[in-house]
């Protein structure tokens, strides 16, 4: 006897959960920079370094970066900045977890307070949010087609599986160059640059990912001339990035995450020599994940009427595709502005998105979460000093799913398109956003493989105990195959003696079974 083997390999799902921790941390401010006399704005990112799987838990690896603008103790229109990075280290408890394991995260900066302690130090406090999945990766050799002159009877089946081809993670650069707006003087000393990313979009294609978005930069800076107030813009770039993938095709399904790691700008000058050029050079880490379609025919059962062949089985899961869908939620709100405080102008406004909790129903998934604002603008009651104001605001939204059901393993990833802030008078800002929610949802069935066959010499007592002709009264539970496998036959005979032209079988139905010689 003779078989072929195919090698399965297959990621099941163990955990899935969204949890929170804090980073709190003071920091010195450095002797080369201003004290310390009133903080104005505050960005933080939060990028995942490395995840680490142990037995019962696993270990998250990153740092949290941050940007503090802030103005002196001198003159309140004189103002310092401070970047920095926080590392951390956080053990997540996950029964089960395994050091095999395969663990995706997905981190997101949920909150992010930084006070004054005193002139020269301040302290951070973050709180990081994480939707993580724990998988358990499934990688053995199932029998799929067996050859033999025998005799041997093959039950076969063919499957349909939803499969991860591709599971990769790269860094890729985007660099671009903006002109600041015509109605603005040239640039002396930048004092603040922020950078965010919407829109983002992943596809796949012959070769390569391509990934799309927009790049928002919002930058404070000093004109040559001392007198002139502190000038700012924003500026919407768009961008693609090709990022090569060999295994990727144009049908396969993009479950890929970008994420922006760092950035840095650059002042140049123009053609006539002035500067009024600024280029954005970024660097993303872009979470490859491409899933394929892939058709298996593999070797349920097999039997012979002249030898004993005893199967080795291993149950797995195969996962189909219920839905990829990428649903638009609108949030807004009317926002009122703390005491004491009004606007004069809104200089920018920049958001994040977060999920705190999904939760299947009977239409799909419900979706709870928080858009993060943060909004700049001139103070008009500190005489239109440059201040900023957080907002959460949250949000519920109902994902439709056709078929979900008890047993369905989902993914969402959360992704801000756009975000608008309208003043609406001294107090009040009217907020608008849209936010992706891209979902991917995935149906189990639990299906059992043929490791291996070992042939043996037939028991002959059995076979010949059992009589040449059966009268025989069908069970509930059982099929021709099984029949035919208990008493020393063939399908192909049970029907041909029986006159079946049907494999379906009903119970109480009356066989005659003939034992092969």
């Known amino acids: 006897m003779e078989f072929n083997k195919k090698e399965i390999e297959n990621y099941a799902w163990k955990t899935k959960n969204i949890m929170q921790f804090t980073i709190d941390d003071a920091i010195n401010i450095p002797e080369n920079l201003l004290d310390v006399e009133r903080l104005v704005l505050v960005k933080g990112n939060v990028v995942v370094e490395e995840t680490q799987a142990m037995v019962d838990r696993f270990q998250v690896k990153g740092m949290l970066h941050y940007q503090i603008l802030y103005s002196g103790n001198k003159e309140s229109s004189v103002f310092d900045s401070l970047d920095g990075k926080v590392p951390f280290i956080e053990y997540i408890n996950a029964d089960g977890t395994k050091e095999t394991d395969y663990i995706e995260v997905h981190a997101c900066l949920n909150d992010l307070t930084v006070t004054m302690l005193h002139s020269r130090k301040i302290n951070l406090k973050a709180l990081i949010g994480l939707d993580y999945q724990v998988k358990e990766k499934e990688q053995f050799e199932a029998v799929c087609e067996v050859s033999d002159e025998d005799g041997t009877e093959v039950l076969s089946k063919k499957y349909s599986m939803m499969c991860l081809h591709l599971q990769e993670t790269k860094k890729a650069q985007v660099s671009e160059t903006v002109e600041i707006p015509a109605n603005k003087p040239d640039i002396y000393q930048v004092i603040w640059k922020s950078l965010s990313v919407t829109g983002v ?26 007198e002139m107030p502190i000038q700012y813009f924003t500026v919407e770039v768009p961008f693609e990035q090709r990022i090569e993938a060999p295994l990727a095709n144009e049908d396969m399904i993009s ?18 020599g ?75 406004v920049e958001g994040s998105v977060s999920v705190d909790e999904t939760q299947p129903t009977a239409k799909g998934i419900m979706v709870e979460g928080v858009v993060g604002t943060q909004i700049t603008y001139l103070n008009k009651a500190e005489n239109g000093m440059l201040s900023s104001v957080n907002f959460d605001i949250p949000f519920s939204y109902e994902i439709e799913v056709q078929g979900m059901g008890e047993g369905v393993t989902y993914s969402i990833m959360p992704f801000l398109d756009q975000i608008h802030a309208i003043q609406m008078g001294e107090n009040e800002i009217e907020v608008k956003a849209e936010v992706s929610l891209e979902v991917l949802a995935f149906t189990n069935e639990r299906a059992r493989a043929v490791l291996d066959l070992q042939v043996q010499p ?39 003696y029986n006159e079946l032209e049907s494999d379906i079988l009903e119970p109480g139905e009356r066989l005659v079974i003939l034992k092969d010689a």
């Not at 995450?257 to 053609?271: A, G, P, R």
């Open 458 to 496: 037939i028991d002959q007592k059995r076979k010949r105990e059992l009589p040449s002709v059966t009268g025989y009264v069908v069970k509930k539970e059982d099929t021709l195959w099984s029949i035919a496998k208990n008493y020393y036959t063939t399908i192909e005979n049970i029907k041909a």
């Open 201 to 226: 979009q992943m596809k796949s294609a012959d070769g390569y990912v391509l990934a799309s978005g927009n790049l928002n930069l919002f930058l404070i800076y000093t004109a040559e001339e001392e």
């Open 255 to 272: 479950g890929s995450v970008l994420s922006l790691d760092q950035y840095h700008i650059t002042v140049m000058q123009d053609e006539r």
């Open 274 to 348: 002035h500067d009024r050029v600024v280029e954005l050079n970024t660097e993303f880490t872009v979470e490859l994940k491409l899933y394929g379609t892939e058709d298996l025919q593999l070797v349920r059962d097999a039997y012979s009427t002249r030898v004993d062949i005893t199967p080795q089985y291993r149950s797995f899961v195969l996962q189909h595709l219920l839905v990829r869908n990428c649903a638009k939620a609108k949030v807004s709100d009317t926002l009122t502005m703390p005491k004491q405080q009004s606007i004069l102008q809104i200089c920018n």
